[in-house]
């Protein structure tokens, strides 16, 4: 007997990811930082995205990637690069994945409904930034 379930899931709003976007370069601004930052819904695709002013150009896809892997492994992107830099480089080439910290998934009770990356600082304060954005996600 074959059994037919139906899965319904949850993706971030435009304007829930707009608002994230906004409350890290207000953050940044205050902190003196050119950051680039993107949510993207749970499968990875771009949601909403910002580059500031004096923000390298290379931000802007760096952190589209690390929003997209925290999206497709669910989880953060640092865990990824932690798996690499402790010995199983050839994850490197897993495609579409980019193995840099900053990229943290972003929960609805209990359920990723999308991610956020940030690209710009330092891969510590890029990974800090994304955490605390993502936790204080509320739709």
Not at 21 to 30: C, E, F, P, S, T
Not at 32 to 54: E, H, I, P, T, W
Not at 64 to 76: C, Q, S
């Amino acid at each position: 007997m074959t059994q037919t379930q139906i899965v319904t899931s949850a993706d971030i709003s435009v304007s829930a990811a707009q608002a994230l976007v906004q409350k890290g370069v207000d953050q940044a601004l205050k902190a003196q930082k050119n950051l680039s930052f993107a949510v993207v819904d749970r499968a990875g695709y771009l949601v909403a995205f910002a580059r500031m002013d004096k923000a390298a150009l290379v931000t802007v896809d760096v952190a589209i990637g690390k929003a997209h892997a925290a999206a497709f492994l669910k989880g953060p992107s640092k865990g990824f690069e932690d798996m690499i830099n402790s010995g199983s480089p050839s994850m490197a080439t897993v495609p579409n994945v980019l193995p840099l910290q900053g990229g943290m998934p972003i929960l609805y009770n209990g359920q990723i409904v999308g991610a956020i990356g940030v690209s710009g600082s330092s891969g510590d304060d890029d990974q800090a930034t994304a955490a605390a954005l993502a936790g204080s996600f509320q739709p």
